[in-house]
């Protein structure tokens, strides 16, 4: 099976730079991804990893390490609409060979003045 | 180009009343899926569908049904609803790349429908 980890709330300033953890144990890994909600919407992409190292995009950046299992991403000069909840989802193979996406409980956002 | 599109956004069905909610998408995606969102929950797969004639249980499939006669379906259905099924849900959609797993798509989804079970 699949199980993801990341913390329930974070607060920060906005300017600031904040990091989202994300941790995780499944079987056949083929990718990990970052998805942004806000609050009465739909997930948007954000980023995937599916080589460890960094990926940046503009003000988002994601970490992926997958001997630890764990990945992070990094929101740099926040403002105030970044205030949502960021889920972290893995695709594994289940026992049929098949692609499944599990999604983390999301981590949800805060950014203050 | 529209993406995945739901139908319908909100419902209201009383216990042991049945619907079906529809969803549709315009990108010639193999994979298709329906998840439920509930609060301290995140979303969670109920079926999902790796191509036309073809579906899967995920995580909580019991109280629904899938169907998925053209690629470009995928229908949920809910044949005696309970209000433990009062959610918000999902569907999406991705693109498979057999040969390069790089390439494979993220999950594009619908914008939801919030169904309450009385």
């Known amino acids: 099976g699949q199980n993801i980890d990341q913390p329930t709330e974070m607060t920060a300033t906005e300017g600031a730079i904040v990091q989202i953890n994300c941790t995780y144990q499944?079987?056949?890994?083929?990718?990990l991804f970052w998805y942004q909600q806000h609050a009465g919407e739909a997930p948007t992409f954000l980023s995937y990893n599916v080589l460890d190292g960094l990926e940046e995009k503009g003000r988002f950046s994601s970490f992926l390490s997958r001997s630890k299992g764990y990945s992070y991403l990094l929101l740099k000069e926040l403002q105030m609409k970044d205030s949502a909840s960021y889920l972290c989802a893995v695709r594994g193979l289940n026992s049929g060979g098949y692609q499944k996406v599990t999604f983390g409980t999301g981590t949800k956002l805060q950014v203050i003045p | 180009n529209a993406g995945v599109t739901q139908t319908p956004k909100f419902r209201v069905l009383k216990t042991g009343q049945s619907m079906t909610l529809l969803c549709a998408q315009d990108m010639n995606h193999e994979y298709m899926y329906w998840y439920r969102q509930d609060p301290g929950m995140g979303l969670r797969l109920i079926h999902y569908?790796?191509?036309?004639?073809?579906?899967a249980k995920g995580e909580v499939p019991d109280g629904y049904n899938v169907s998925r006669l053209k690629k470009q379906n995928f229908l949920l259905g809910l044949e005696s609803a309970a209000p433990s099924q009062t959610s918000v849900y999902f569907c999406?959609?991705?693109?498979?790349?057999?040969?390069?797993?790089?390439?494979?798509?993220?999950?594009?989804f619908g914008n939801g429908t919030r169904l309450t079970v009385t």
């Open positions: 569908s790796v191509g036309e004639g073809t579906t």
């Open positions: 499944t079987s056949g890994f083929n990718g």
């Open positions: 999406a959609s991705s693109k498979l790349h057999l040969n390069d797993h790089r390439y494979n798509s993220p999950l594009h």
